[in-house]
């Protein structure tokens, strides 16, 4: 089994920053990408970010230029720098990891941007 666990999430007032952490543990032996998901309550579950095994990146329109994610091969562990947050960036962050054709999800942690 792969486990995922969040941290970092909290409550920040708008234009501030958080950083996620994602740290992936159990039987992994190729990650072949991370990425990030949010939620918003009364919404679906939308994709926000990615990173590759070789380092390239994708985000979501609404986060490019305020976000980034990086990653630490050597802990298996994926982040995701936020900053100038807005409001509408309120959700609960989730950690996604592809090894092959699989997907494995972390259990998310809630971000919270007051106005």
């Known amino acids: 089994q792969v486990q995922l666990v969040e941290s970092g999430g909290g409550l920040v007032q708008a234009g501030g920053s958080l950083r996620l952490s994602c740290a992936a543990s159990?039987?992994?032996?190729?990650?072949?990408?991370m990425d990030w998901y949010r939620q918003a309550p009364g919404k679906e579950r939308e994709f926000v970010a990615r990173?590759?095994?070789?380092?390239?990146?994708t985000y979501v329109d609404s986060v490019a230029g305020r976000f980034t994610i990086s990653r630490d091969g050597a802990k298996d562990t994926v982040y995701l720098q936020m900053n100038s947050l807005k409001p509408e960036d309120t959700a609960v962050y989730y950690c996604?990891?592809?090894?092959?054709?699989?997907?494995?999800w972390g259990q998310g942690t809630q971000v919270t941007v007051s106005s």
């Open positions: 990173i590759t095994n070789s380092d390239t990146t």
């Open positions: 159990g039987r992994i032996f190729m990650i072949n990408a």
């Open positions: 996604s990891m592809w090894q092959y054709a699989v997907q494995y």
